[in-house]
């Protein structure tokens, strides 16, 4: 079984999408790098850490970019960004069936910030508007890096979010809290403490995640193929807009006073939530059905 | 950063020589990414190098050696991005993109 | 007359004046410093318990918070500085004199506490050495160590790290000295006792359970695939081949590569029960899957390691466990089985000598040497044979006309290149400048050179046994020295020449296809598939976890 | 600046604003529109809580006032950096306030951000970078980090990247910067009305700012890149 977590970009995928069908669009031997890096003496990659393209799922038509987290923690930059907001931009003109988002990143690249800040912003537009064509936009998570910073908040523009418990959702990343506000605050190198406020399981025992998949390729793939197939066009309505907002009020009204996510899987009403991030996938899966908030 | 160019002659010609290009390894900590790309160089071979550790082409220039007596390849153009990675990392990288250059590009 | 019995009576002094602070044997947290202060006198030989593991952090803050116009020129004694307290009485004037055997976190500092004349150091030992001069001329006056649990009669159960408390107490108690024991908890009963209440003077319930170091556990995700080959190689080229069944590893993720791979690679070659048996070795996490597979049969340890206290008490065909299911773990007997009755020792280092020496000594830190020159070296007094110690002294001896013996296998195993572009082999040792700015009688080497027989590197394996002569030996040492500028050196002709008599052997002369060793082959390859691998048992600290 | 002074500045002909601790809502009157407005001030960060009712607006706009623009004045320091918003999922609440301005843009409301003390990254990605455009006032301070933190994570030395942020726009703090590479339209600076007034009746359309960095020699790269990847043939 081959993990998603310790794969490369590129290996993941070419193993999500059906074999042999992925065409990559400006490739290493473009050699569109960041012309940023090079200036602050730091090395560039080929295809500035994100491979885009085209291929089949289930297929099925569909874009998809796959960001690399050991070039630069998967940051944004103005190349990276720019061609994953192209990519987002490509699907408005063919239409593919869905939009595949293999995140892994720290957020905004410091090298070139305000190049990597507005780039995630003009993603974020650009992911509303494929959705608002009709075309669903699905990000997968379980990279070793996790998914922050503005790359957080644009997995959360999509229609959903498959992650496995190894894979990390937020905004502020442990290290950055602890940084700023102290050890107190967020101690980063408690590794349990990071992964069940930010990891797989409680994504989705939240809400923010869609799905949890054990740490596998061909488990993200077959997420993504049941996405795929029960897909339905994107509803960003004013009601769809009001539900969910009256959902992300409920959660603050039910859980704002929680101290850990533990807390939080206690008043879902789950058992034993203390064992809970010891449970295998399809264990937890069950104990915690018509658990999640 | 330092960037070395090194150029071979005297290779075996590469079976087929359109391939595609083919791409392994990552541009972080203690590692490198490696592009093998077909190029038309009258039966010669050149490896450019960007590196982030300085000082070290006697041992690029032995690594690399050692690959061409392993390998031969001739009009081929060897792209690397290179951050710190020990040459036994440089070695492996280069002949896993040396296979999956001769299998077709996949990494 | 000559007076006899002066230890006794300041012993009984001593007690007198902290007498005032207990009832019977246990004393409140808050008394602690004055009870340090009512028993220590200038000049005293104390043992502060710090080993690898467990730590007497409570007696070590206190001891570093006394008075030093009361209380100075202490000479402490102790295996292994890890906390700041063991260099802070130094720095305060608490204590002036140093023997130890390990520094590893303190070591810079150690070396410019040395350097400012804050301190001098009477040496620097292995572990089995400051045991021995324990019970000779380095006797501790006061003892400070730390257990799990005492009772009211100071019976100690001292948890599953037994490490060094058995060696301090026993020394310091029968000369007369004052045993000071911090416990974790006080109960009725001890679960089991490890330590007789009549050889503890005082018990003092720490307001924290003592510090415990999880130094043991590596998580396979950051064993790299030039890792696993070296693993294959050795397992393939002298497990194998010398049939190595009592042996010891080292501690980094060279060596937990190995451990990883035998219910993969060491499987199906065949090697289950011909291999790996017996082992003195900390209950390694990584050494699960082996246990698992069948390969162990018993595992004695130095210390225990934190997190695994379930998974061995349901395992006690494997490892040493008392009556009440968890570990003892005494480091004195397990350093001796280590030295005499292991067939092999493999560990890494950061650098090697043309002429195999090793040392982990860095310019700017004075580290010491804990156990690893005790296990990494050939038992010279060792009677007993085996088939791993025959063979290796027929390897050495033969042709030689030399009187035939055995000798253990001591592998260095060591990428050519460190982090940054290290290299792992060098001309000259960076030991020796460091010995001459410290101002050491020797430079501090880790192995010698004549003890080595095996070098593994990504590049091959050398076989130094089969080296005849100065010269050969350099060359096989260059010949998988790698790109370094000591194995760009070699004599090519020499190299191949070694090579063709299976002195020196490249992954391909073992059978090693090299697009094989990659982390697919490790039997677990995050700290999760450990956990699975023990059935749930193993409960990882919180630092190894991504769960 | 106060953001009683700005408001005052920006709707001479009036305004209704409730203030609320650091956070400001109501509306204004420019001509004959009326224009929603919704703020904060003195740098907040902005927290689950925060981003939740500032969506909430937004919504509420939609739903009863059918086309009326809206104007974001949002003073931030960024997102709240704290354990507890992460474990509520800050970043949930930060997509739904974009989701929530983007359903106002598509719905036919203008929608304006002004940054006109401070915007911070997260805080600013999540308001007004997601209008259809975002001015600011000249002395307004815009950044994702400043540089001795910056020069601390990425190790570079601070005086390298003073030296470059001299004449590039690409990594140093700056309202200058962001408007060289297209994400800020343009300074309001004189008579702040009368450019709320001008922005109010300019067309609206697509993301622009790609283009605009391009044209102002702040970000040659993104344009060009984008379009390659949307258009070339694979």
Not at chain 3, 363 to 371: D, P, Y
Not at chain 4, 28 to 35: C, F, H, M, N
């Amino acid at each position: 079984m081959s993990s998603y977590y310790e794969a490369s970009a590129r290996e993941r995928l070419l193993g999500l999408l059906d074999e042999g069908s992925f065409q990559e669009i400006l490739p290493p031997s473009a050699r569109i790098s960041s012309p940023h890096l090079r200036q602050l003496d730091t090395p560039a990659a080929f295809d500035d850490g994100i491979i885009v393209g085209k291929g089949l799922l289930d297929g099925k038509p569909v874009l998809a970019a796959a960001q690399e987290g050991g070039f630069m923690g998967g940051a944004v930059g103005e190349v990276h960004g720019a061609k994953l907001t192209g990519l987002l931009e490509r699907a408005l003109d063919e239409k593919p069936a869905a939009v595949l988002l293999l995140v892994e990143s720290g957020g905004v690249r410091l090298h070139e910030a305000n190049a990597g800040l507005i780039a995630v912003s003009e993603i974020m537009r650009a992911i509303l508007a494929v959705r608002a064509a009709g075309i669903p936009v699905f990000v997968l998570d379980g990279g070793q890096f996790g998914c922050f910073g503005g790359m957080g908040i644009a997995s959360r523009l999509c229609d959903a979010v498959v992650m496995s418990e190894e894979g990390r959702l937020g905004l502020s990343g442990p290290e950055v809290i602890e940084t700023t506000m102290g050890v107190e605050e967020f101690d980063s190198r408690d590794r349990a403490l990071v992964w069940r406020t930010l990891g797989g399981k409680h994504r989705y025992l939240l809400g923010e995640a869609a799905g949890i998949v054990p740490d596998a390729i061909a488990a993200f793939r077959d997420a993504a193929i049941g996405l795929l197939r029960q897909a339905q066009a994107p509803d960003l309505s004013l009601a769809a807009m009001q539900a969910e907002h009256r959902r992300l009020a409920n959660r603050l009204e039910r859980f704002g006073q929680c101290r850990d996510a533990i807390d939080i899987w206690r008043s879902l009403g789950i058992e034993e939530p203390a064992g809970l991030p010891l449970l295998e996938i399809p264990e937890f899966v069950a104990r915690t059905q018509d658990r999640r908030a | 950063m330092e960037t070395l160019v090194f150029d071979y002659r005297d290779g075996k010609p590469v079976p087929a020589s359109n391939r595609p290009p083919a791409l392994v390894g990552v541009v972080g900590s203690g590692n490198l990414e490696v592009l093998v790309e077909a190029h038309d160089l009258s039966g010669a071979a050149r490896v450019e190098v960007v590196t982030a550790a300085t000082g070290f082409r006697p041992i690029w220039q032995a690594v690399l050696d050692d690959f061409f007596n392993r390998h031969a390849p001739s009009n081929i153009l060897i792209s690397i991005n290179d951050v710190g990675a020990t040459p036994a990392v440089v070695s492996l990288r280069l002949d896993q993109a040396m296979e999956a250059f001769k299998a077709g590009g996949a990494a | 007359m000559r007076d006899w019995d002066t230890t006794t009576r300041n012993r009984d002094q001593r007690l007198a004046r902290a007498a005032p602070l207990t009832r019977g044997k246990v004393v409140q947290a808050d008394d602690a410093t004055a009870l340090l202060e009512a028993v220590l006198e200038p000049g005293d030989r104390v043992c502060l318990e710090g080993n690898n593991q467990k730590q007497a952090d409570f007696l070590a803050k206190v001891l570093a918070g006394l008075d030093p116009a009361q209380v100075h020129d202490l000479h402490m004694v102790q295996s292994v500085l890890a906390l700041p307290e063991h260099l802070d009485v130094f720095e305060k004037g608490i204590a002036s004199k140093l023997d130890f055997s390990f520094s590893g976190p303190q070591a810079g500092r150690l070396a410019k506490l040395l350097a400012g004349g804050q301190l001098s150091i009477g040496a620097i030992h292995t572990y089995l050495e400051l045991f021995g001069r324990y019970f000779t001329d380095l006797t501790p006056r006061i003892a400070l160590v730390a257990a799990q649990a005492a009772d009211a009669a100071g019976n100690l159960y001292t948890g599953p790290n037994t490490e060094d408390t058995p060696v301090i107490v026993e020394a310091t108690c029968f000369k007369r000295g004052i045993v000071i024991a911090q416990v974790n908890e006080l109960v009725d009963q001890v679960p089991r006792v490890d330590i007789p209440g009549g050889w503890v003077d005082f018990v003092i319930q720490s307001p924290k359970p003592h510090y415990i170091e999880p130094l043991f556990t590596r998580d396979p995700a950051q064993i790299s695939e030039i890792q696993v080959l070296m693993a294959m190689m050795v397992i393939k080229g002298i497990y194998a081949e010398y049939e190595v069944n009592r042996l010891n590893h080292g501690i980094g993720f060279d060596t937990a590569a190995i451990e990883l791979l035998l219910p993969t690679y060491a499987e199906r070659l065949g090697l289950r029960g011909k291999i790996c048996r017996h082992w003195a070795l900390n209950p390694h996490p990584a050494l699960i899957p082996a246990i698992e597979a069948g390969f162990v049969q018993s595992v004695h340890s130095f210390g225990s390691e934190l997190g695994m206290e379930d998974y061995i008490r349901a395992r006690p065909d494997v490892f040493f466990t008392g009556p009440d299911g968890s570990m003892r773990s005494n480091r004195a007997l397990c350093q001796a089985a280590g030295h005499y009755a292991c067939d092999l020792f493999i560990g890494s280092t950061l650098q090697i000598d043309l002429t195999g020496n090793s040392s982990t000594a860095t310019l700017g830190r004075i580290a010491g040497f804990g156990g690893a020159p005790n296990m990494g070296a050939d038992a010279r007094g060792r009677r007993h044979a085996s088939p791993t110690w025959l063979k290796a002294g027929r390897e050495a001896r033969d042709g030689s006309g030399l009187t035939p013996r055995g000798q253990k296998l001591v592998v260095q195993m060591v990428e050519t290149f460190r982090e940054h572009m290290q290299p792992a082999f060098v001309e000259k040792l960076d030991a020796w400048e460091l010995a001459e700015n410290a101002g050491m009688d020797l430079p501090p080497v880790m192995i010698y050179g004549e003890d080595v027989s095996h070098i593994v590197t990504e590049e091959g394996i050398a076989n130094l046994l089969l080296c005849r002569g100065e010269e050969e030996r350099e060359q096989a040492i260059r010949g998988v020295a790698g790109y370094t500028p000591v194995g760009l050196a070699r004599d090519r002709r020499a190299v191949e020449n070694l090579r063709d008599r299976g002195i020196i052997r490249r992954p391909e002369d073992l059978g090693i296809d090299k697009r094989e060793a990659t982390r697919d082959l490790l039997a677990a390859r995050t700290v999760k598939d450990l956990v699975r691998a023990s059935g749930g048992l193993y409960d990882p600290p919180k630092r190894f976890r991504n769960w | 600046m106060d953001a009683n002074h700005l408001i005052n500045t920006l709707f001479p002909q009036g305004a209704e604003i409730d203030f609320d601790g650091e956070f400001f809502t109501g509306t204004g009157q420019v001509g004959d529109k009326i224009v929603a407005v919704l703020g904060t001030q003195g740098g907040v960060y902005i927290g689950v809580e925060l981003a939740h009712r500032m969506a909430g607006i937004v919504l509420d706009t939609v739903r009863n006032h059918p086309g009326r623009p809206i104007l974001l004045l949002v003073d931030t320091k960024g997102q709240r950096p704290s354990r507890r918003d992460e474990l509520l999922g800050i970043n949930g609440y930060m997509a739904h306030l974009a989701k929530c301005l983007d359903l106002a843009r598509r719905q036919g409301h203008r929608t304006i951000g002004l940054v006109w003390s401070q915007a911070v990254s997260g805080g600013f990605l999540a308001s007004s970078l997601l209008a259809d455009e975002c001015y600011a006032l000249p002395d307004a301070e815009v950044r994702v980090m400043n540089l001795p933190a910056m020069s601390r994570v990425t190790k570079i030395p601070l005086e390298r990247l003073e030296a470059l942020s001299l004449d590039n726009p690409v990594f140093a703090p700056g309202v200058e910067n962001y408007r060289r590479m297209g994400a800020i339209r343009d300074f309001w600076q004189g008579d702040l009305a009368a450019c709320l007034a001008t922005a109010l009746d300019s067309p609206t359309g697509p993301d622009r700012r790609r283009a605009h960095g391009l044209e102002r020699e702040g970000r040659l790269m993104a344009y060009k890149v984008a379009e390659r990847v949307r258009h070339d043939p694979v």
